[in-house]
């Protein structure tokens, strides 16, 4: 089981050699295709390693992380150094110095997690500085608690795909439908149902409106509206406009489940800022026709409508604006709880979304308890580390940022997932130390002092399941360890018994006696609540067991049938279409109700005449982020090597390229190669570059340095959604592109760096 689905895999010689997809999987991932060959890759790290700098002149802020040599070591030496250098920050700095946010991905797999491994490792040794939030829904994990209670039951608890293809009559999605997304899962996922839902809805003839800056984020849609991309606010306040002065609304919806329409309609209508936003407003922003708006917005009062929003409006500047005006528009529709209208967020995100949850718990590895209080919002860890010290705003409260002195990392890779990578590596120059865990020797494990090699998935056994999918899988190693990798959890307890806390980390339990107490601790559970499963040897032979999952839901549909019962955890318990906590924080950029900022980011700004297109950085269709990058389906999509550029045939016309084309992609932060795929599925001034190309600078020494491969986080902004959530804001960049017409320096992000021999001194 992986994040992107469930396979089988046949193996020769300690490889992965081809792979199966489940049987009961109608629509595959094509990263499946990556696996093959991912085990013994030149990029896995074949053992202990420490940074030759570190090694020689110990723990310190340097410019050497990114551009020095490695030294083997033995995993005694490297557990011991680890120890060592653990013991020396706690004593001298307190736990708080250690920053254990540690985000990512990592793989599949209830207990070899490696996030919640490194967790309880650190929890054991007395905690850690912590991150909260995610990338995925930064502003929306923030705003939503506000708005609707909740931010993660909209989508464990989304309307099922089912209950869309029978009832909805208008789909209008911003950001589409993408396919390509809905291959992820986190945790896994036996089944891809999404194309086959739409297909129904279709045949049902239901209609769907596609708005988004890329044609493909949607297949099959009869409309297709191409907004100037970060100005869909300004498209639903049009859409809003219209419901209200065509008295389209839905009084008593607002009056019985929401509060504070009457202060945003003063907003909207231009009372209290002297602005109506008119669907003229709107075009003027947009640049979609007035009249489409009014068409749309008079189509969707006729008729059963579900308004979607893909978790991408929210990974911008005022971010918290997008969802929230989409549950307002809902909300003025009224068909919120209604099965097929209403509100989703996140359809073409995730495959998550649209899928039926478990009704119960499901196997976890405790984490313990963090007696450590300082945290950060996950994506201002580039603040923290270059601004020790300093005050910054979150969700009302007014915070210190810790002075970190170790970072430990297990399970993900920032060099993917952080913006302004230029920025990012002076800020991780600055610690005394930097502990990686990785299999593989990515962009993060090269700017690491202590890199402890993990095995991958295909090394271990584990179980494996997800809140949304029904079955709970056995995942069953497929290989050998590789070379002189482990398992984290071997690491991290071999580390525990050097430092004393042994027995708490492990509970005298072994990795395969984890698997085995954690299912048999679930099964004792469910066997509370009378639900039956088998054995552990039994499941464990069977490769799988399948779960009750709740069908047929539809979003807040129990809220609509009874507000009082099951009134919502907002301070009112209704939808909060103006919520007063947000507007007593007094922030400029996220005020009381949903409302329109300018982006800086954006073609109609100023911003634009120096870097004319749009940049979207989305997640890549070949991969899952940055994980096996060198894999044959990711590798299939470069161009010259690089990663591909989409650019419409104006744009490249006017830059004298075409199709095949390397193209240099730069703005004031940095600059990145990528290869040129002429396509005019999108407005002539929008281009897209996915995340996940490995980042390989051209000079290791230069921080600003070009990235010769394609990573857009060279060029993304590292600022906050807003005071509010202080989300990342990665995915639009304005960007200037010309050819490139030096010679092509070799992809070397693939390769291992120099190992050298130890100077004993
Ligand atoms: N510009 C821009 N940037 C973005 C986004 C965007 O839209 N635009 N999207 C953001 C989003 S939504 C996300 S979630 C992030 C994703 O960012 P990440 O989750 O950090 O990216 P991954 O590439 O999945 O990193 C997972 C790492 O875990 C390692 N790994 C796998 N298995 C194991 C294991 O068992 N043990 C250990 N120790 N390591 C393991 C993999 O080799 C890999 O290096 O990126 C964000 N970045
Ligand atoms: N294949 C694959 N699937 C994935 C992932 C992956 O790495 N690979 N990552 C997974 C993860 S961790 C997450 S959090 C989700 C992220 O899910 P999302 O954030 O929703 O995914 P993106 O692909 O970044 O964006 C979806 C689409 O939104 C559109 N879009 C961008 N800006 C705008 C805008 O201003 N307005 C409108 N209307 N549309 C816009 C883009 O055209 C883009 O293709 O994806 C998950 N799915
Ligand atoms: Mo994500």
């Not at 995993?75 to 250098?85: K, S, V």
Request: hydrophobic share 35%; aromatic share 8%.
């Amino acid at each position: 089981m992986a994040h992107w689905g469930m396979y089988s895999a046949s193996a020769a010689d300690g490889e992965v050699v081809d792979i199966r997809p489940h049987a009961g999987d109608s629509s595959p991932s094509p990263a499946l295709g990556n696996v093959p060959g991912s085990v013994k890759h030149r990029s896995r790290i074949t053992g202990p390693s420490v940074r030759r700098g570190w090694l020689e002149n110990g723990p310190g802020p340097t410019d050497r992380r990114g551009n020095d040599d490695y030294v083997a070591v033995t995993w005694d030496e490297l557990t011991d150094l680890l120890a060592g250098e653990l013991r020396r920050v706690i004593d001298r700095h307190g736990n708080e110095a250690i920053y254990g946010g540690s985000y990512g991905w990592a793989s599949a797999g209830r207990f070899h997690h490696a996030q919640s491994q490194v967790h309880r490792f650190l929890n054991c040794l007395g905690g850690y500085t912590r991150s909260v939030n995610s990338y995925s829904t930064g502003a929306t994990g923030v705003i939503m608690p506000h708005v609707v209670g909740a931010h993660w039951k909209m989508f464990s608890r989304s309307t099922s795909w089912k209950v869309i293809a029978a009832e909805t009559d208008l789909l209008v999605a911003f950001g589409g439908v993408p396919a390509k997304n809905t291959s992820v899962n986190h945790g896994g996922t036996s089944d891809h149902p999404t194309e086959s839902a739409l297909d129904a809805l279709r045949a049902r003839g239901g209609e769907i409106v596609s708005v988004s800056p890329l044609r493909d984020d949607m297949h099959g849609a009869a409309t297709w509206l191409a907004p100037v991309p970060g100005s869909d606010v300004a498209v639903m306040l049009g859409l809003a406009y219209v419901l209200a002065v065509e008295n389209l609304h839905d009084t008593n919806f607002l009056d019985k489940y929401t509060t504070g329409y009457d202060t945003f309609e003063r907003y909207l209508l231009g009372a209290s800022d002297g602005i109506p936003k008119t669907p003229e407003w709107a075009s003027a922003k947009s640049g979609i026709a007035a009249e489409a708006i009014v068409d749309l917005a008079r189509s969707m009062a006729s008729r059963r409508t579900l308004i979607t929003v893909t978790w991408s409006l929210q990974r911008v500047k005022s971010g918290e604006q997008a969802p929230w005006m989409g549950i307002t528009l809902a909300s003025m529709l009224g068909q919120i709880g209604i099965p097929g209208g209403g509100f989703g967020h996140g359809y073409g995100s995730m495959n998550e979304p649209g899928l039926g949850p478990v009704p119960y718990p499901l196997p976890t590895l405790p984490q313990g308890l963090n007696p450590i209080t300082a945290h950060i919002p996950v994506a201002a860890i580039a603040d923290m580390l270059l601004g020790p010290g300093t005050e910054f705003d979150y969700n009302g409260r007014r915070m210190t940022y810790p002075d970190i002195k170790l970072v430990h990392w297990a399970g993900g890779n920032p060099f993917h997932h952080h913006q302004d990578l230029g920025r990012l590596r002076r800020a991780f120059g600055r610690p005394d130390t930097i502990v990686v865990h990785d299999p593989y020797w990515t962009p993060m494990a090269k700017h690491a002092d202590i890199v402890v090699p993990s095995t991958t998935s295909l090394e271990r056994n584990d179980l494996s399941c997800t809140r949304n999918d029904p079955l709970l899988v056995a995942m069953q190693q497929a290989v050998p360890r590789y070379a002189d990798s482990r398992d984290d959890y071997d690491t991290f307890a071999v580390v525990a018994r050097k430092m004393g806390v042994a027995d708490g980390f492990t509970e005298g339990r072994t990795s395969g006696e984890w698997i085995e107490h954690l299912y048999d601790q679930w099964r004792g559970y469910l066997r509370s609540a009378n639900v039956e499963t088998p054995e552990f040897d039994e499941f464990w032979r069977a490769g799988s067991v399948r779960m009750a999952t709740e069908e047929d839901l539809t979003l807040f549909a129990d809220y609509r049938e009874d507000p009082v019962s099951n009134a919502l955890r907002t301070p009112s318990g209704r939808i909060e279409i103006f919520s007063e906590v947000i507007d007593g924080f007094g922030y400029q950029d996220c005020i009381g109700h949903p409302a329109w900022f300018e982006p800086v980011e954006w073609l109609n700004g100023g911003r634009a005449q120096h870097f004319p297109l749009h940049l979207i950085a989305n997640q890549p269709r070949t991969r899952l982020h940055s994980q096996l990058d060198h894999g044959a389906t990711s590798q299939a999509s470069k161009v010259q090597g690089r990663e591909p550029i989409r650019m419409h045939s104006v744009a490249a016309a006017a830059r004298g390229v075409t199709d095949g084309d390397v193209v240099r992609v730069f703005n004031d932060r940095g600059a990145c190669l990528a290869g040129v795929v002429v396509d005019d599925g999108m407005l002539d001034d929008v281009v897209q570059l996915s995340t996940g190309a490995w980042y390989d600078p051209l000079d290791p020494a230069d921080t600003n340095s070009l990235c010769k491969h394609g990573n857009p986080n060279v060029l993304t902004p590292d600022v906050g959604a807003s005071s509010l959530s202080q989300g990342s804001t990665g995915q639009h960049v304005l960007v200037q592109i010309e050819r490139y017409d030096e010679a092509l320096p070799p992809i070397t992000a693939f390769d291992p760096p120099t190992m050298t021999v130890r100077s004993v001194g």
